[in-house]
C-alpha cells in the first residue's frame, strides 16, 4: 500500500471511530469527511458514504476485539454477569458481561448483547451460550467461577433459574445477587413499613408531579425564588436505574428550597389567587403546605435526608467496578455504624433545623409553635433505623455467614486475633482454618483438577497469615493483587492462587449491565430503531471499551481492512466519477 494513501486511510479510520466512539449516526460521517477536507484534510472520495463508515467500523470492531478476546482466553477464570431489557426497536436483548484478571487487576468487559427468542431461563442461557460461540470460547464453563445477575425469578429460581440451571453443569459457581440492588429492595421494604416515610415519599411525588407536568409552576417557582433571593431546583424524580441515590437527591433538593417551595404551594393553596388553579392541584398543595408546615414533618424530612446522605453513598460504593465481597462488606459495615449514630446524635441537617426553631422558635421565616418544645423524633429514628439495618442484613445475609461467598473473610488479616509467638491456645494459627476448608470442599473439583490437594491449601495458608499480618491497614484486595503480580509469590502462594483469583472476579455487583444499557439507549434511540443486533453489539463495545480518542491504534484497522476483503482493493475507483462528469458536461 503506497504511505500517502495509508495515511489517508488511518485519518478515516480516525473519523469512522470517532463516530462509533461519540454515538453518533452513521449520517454524520460524510458531514465529517467533507468538512476535514474543507479544512485542509485530504480524505479518499471514494468512501464517502454512511456504508463505508458501518463497514470501516466492522472493521475497528473486530481489532478492538480480538484484544479483549486474547485477554479472556489467558484468563484461569472468570465470571459472568446478565440482565435484561428492552431496545427502542422493542426487542428483548440480555447483555453479558465478564469479569476476569487482566494485568492492572480484576476488569468487566462487555462481551455481547443477544436478542432473546424467548424470555425464560432456557432463552436466556441460549444467549449466554451464543455470546461463547461468538466469541470462539468453547471451554468457557471450565473457567467460569461465578455468575451475578439480578434478583428476577427467571434468574435465580432454585429449580430451573439460569444459576441453577448452570449449576447443574459446573457445581463448584458461585451465583450472587446484586448488592446494589439487594440494598435498594432493602430499604423500599423498610419504607413500606413505616407511616412516616411513605408520607414523606407521597410528599416528594407530589413535588415531583406539579413541576414535571407544569412548565407554568416550573416558571412561577423560579420567580418566587428569585424575588425571595435564593436558588432552588427541581424537585427530581424518585425513580431510576438506581432508585436510592434519585430519593437522596429529591429529599435534599426539598431541604436546601424549603422556604422558596413552601412560598409556592402557599400561593397555589390560597382562595385569594387568581386564576384558580385546578381541584387537584389545590388539593395537591394544601398536602404539600401542611406537610411542609408541620414541624414534625419537617424535622423528620431533614433526619431522612441525613439517612439517606449514608444509604446513598454506600449505594454507590455498591455500583463501583473494582468491588469485592470483603470491601462491601465493609462499606456495609460503616454504613451501619453512621446509622446507628443517628439514633442518638443528630446528623448535620436535622441539627440545623433543630437549633434553629429552638433557639428562635422559627425556621427561614416560617413560625413555628413550640409550647412543649422542640420534638428531636428519638422514637421516631430508632424505629427508621432498626427497620432499615434489619431489613438491609435480611437481604445481604449471605456475604457475611452462611455461604462459600463468606468464607473468604479466612483471608482477611483484619479478622484474625493478634499475632503473639507466646500464644499458647494457637488462637492465630487456627483462625479461618474452618471457613478455609469450607472453600476447599466446595472448589475441590476446580483444584482436583489444578492438582491442589486440602493439605497444600491448609500449609500453605499459614504462610500467608505470616506475610498478611503485617498488612492490616492494606485492604485484603490489593494484598491479593500484590501477591498475584509477583512471579516469585506466586510461587511461594501456589496453592493460594487458584482462591485468591476467583475472590478477585466474583461478580458482586450488575451495575456495569445497567450502564450498558444506558450506552444501548443512547445508541438505538428512536431514530436509529432498525439497527440490526450485530451491528447494535458493534456500536456498545467500541462505545464502552474501546479506547480513548486519542489512544486508537487506526494503522492495524488499516493493515486489517486491506488484507481481509474478498476482493481487491480499488481505492482510487469512484464508480459514481464518471455520471457526475457527464451530468456536468450536460
Not at 338 to 359: D, I, R
Request: aromatic fraction near 10%; charged fraction near 25%; glycine fraction near 6%.
Amino acid at each position: 500500500m503506497d504511505p500517502a494513501f495509508f495515511n489517508k486511510m488511518k485519518n478515516v479510520m480516525h473519523t469512522a471511530y470517532y463516530i462509533a466512539k461519540e454515538e453518533q449516526p452513521f449520517t454524520q460521517f460524510p458531514e465529517l469527511h467533507g468538512l476535514i477536507n474543507r479544512t485542509g484534510g485530504t480524505l479518499p472520495d471514494s468512501y464517502n458514504s454512511d456504508k463505508a463508515c458501518a463497514r470501516f467500523i466492522c472493521n475497528i470492531y473486530d481489532v478492538e476485539r480480538e484484544k479483549l478476546m486474547e485477554k479472556l482466553r489467558n484468563a484461569k477464570h472468570f465470571s459472568i454477569m446478565i440482565d435484561g431489557a428492552t431496545d427502542g426497536g422493542n426487542i428483548e436483548n440480555e447483555a453479558v458481561y465478564v469479569r476476569f484478571m487482566a494485568d492492572e487487576g480484576p476488569v468487566n468487559a462487555f462481551l455481547s448483547i443477544q436478542a432473546v427468542k424467548q424470555g425464560n431461563a432456557s432463552g436466556i442461557l441460549d444467549a449466554i451460550y451464543a455470546a461463547f460461540e461468538e466469541a470462539g470460547i468453547d471451554d468457557w464453563k471450565d473457567q467460569l467461577v461465578g455468575f451475578g445477575s439480578d434478583g428476577a425469578a427467571v434468574n435465580v429460581g432454585c429449580r430451573n433459574g439460569v444459576a441453577a440451571q448452570l449449576l447443574r453443569d459446573i457445581p463448584y459457581l458461585i451465583s450472587i445477587h446484586c448488592i446494589a440492588h439487594r440494598l435498594e429492595l432493602g430499604v423500599t421494604k423498610a419504607i413500606k413499613e413505616n407511616t412516616n416515610m411513605v408520607q414523606l415519599q407521597n410528599t416528594l411525588k407530589n413535588l415531583y408531579d406539579q413541576y414535571h407536568y407544569s412548565p407554568k409552576a416550573l416558571r412561577e417557582l423560579h420567580q418566587i425564588a428569585e424575588a425571595l433571593e435564593e436558588k432552588v431546583l427541581k424537585p427530581s424524580n424518585l425513580h431510576g436505574a438506581r432508585w436510592l441515590p434519585y430519593v437522596h437527591r429529591a429529599t435534599k433538593i426539598v431541604c436546601d428550597s424549603y422556604s422558596v417551595l413552601l412560598a409556592h404551594f402557599e400561593d397555589m393553596a390560597s382562595m385569594e389567587r387568581s386564576p384558580k388553579p385546578s381541584p387537584a392541584v389545590v388539593g395537591r398543595a394544601k398536602q404539600v403546605t401542611g406537610y411542609l408546615k408541620n414541624l414534625h414533618h419537617l424535622i423528620f424530612l431533614h433526619f431522612m435526608c441525613d439517612t439517606l446522605d449514608h444509604l446513598a453513598l454506600l449505594s454507590k460504593e455498591f455500583q463501583k467496578d473494582n468491588n469485592t465481597v470483603c470491601q462491601a462488606v465493609e462499606s456495609l459495615e460503616t454504613c451501619y455504624w453512621n446509622l446507628t449514630a443517628l439514633k442518638t446524635e443528630m446528623g448535620p441537617q436535622m441539627s440545623k433545623v433543630y437549633e434553629a426553631v429552638k433557639t428562635n422558635g422559627e425556621y427561614r421565616g416560617v413560625q413555628f409553635q413550640v409550647r412543649h418544645g422542640v420534638p428531636s423524633l428519638e422514637a421516631e429514628r430508632a424505629a427508621v433505623i432498626d427497620a432499615i439495618i434489619f431489613h438491609l442484613e435480611e437481604k445481604l445475609r449471605d456475604l457475611q455467614k452462611g455461604s462459600p461467598v463468606s468464607k473468604f473473610k479466612a483471608f482477611d488479616p483484619s479478622c484474625w486475633p493478634k499475632w503473639d509467638r507466646s500464644d499458647g491456645s494457637a488462637q492465630f494459627r487456627e483462625s479461618g482454618q474452618e471457613d478455609l476448608r469450607a472453600l476447599t470442599r466446595h472448589f475441590s473439583v476446580l483444584l482436583c483438577r489444578e492438582g491442589i490437594s486440602t493439605e497444600d491449601v491448609m500449609s500453605n495458608f499459614q504462610d500467608y497469615k505470616v506475610f498478611a499480618q503485617g498488612r492490616t491497614s492494606v485492604p485484603m484486595r490489593d494484598t491479593f493483587l500484590n501477591i498475584l503480580k509477583s512471579d516469585e509469590r506466586c510461587e511461594r502462594f501456589r496453592s493460594l492462587v487458584t482462591l485468591l483469583r476467583i475472590y478477585l472476579v466474583l461478580p458482586v455487583s450488575t451495575a456495569v449491565c445497567e450502564r450498558g444499557f444506558s450506552t444501548m439507549k443512547r445508541i438505538k434511540s428512536d431514530w436509529r430503531t432498525s439497527l440490526s443486533s450485530v451491528q447494535l453489539q458493534r456500536l456498545i463495545f467500541l462505545s464502552v471499551e474501546g479506547p480513548k480518542l486519542q489512544d486508537f491504534d487506526a494503522g492495524l484497522v488499516v493493515e486489517r481492512w486491506w488484507t481481509c476483503s474478498q476482493r481487491q482493493r480499488r481505492p482510487g475507483f469512484n464508480p459514481w466519477e464518471s455520471r457526475h462528469r457527464s451530468e456536468d458536461t450536460e
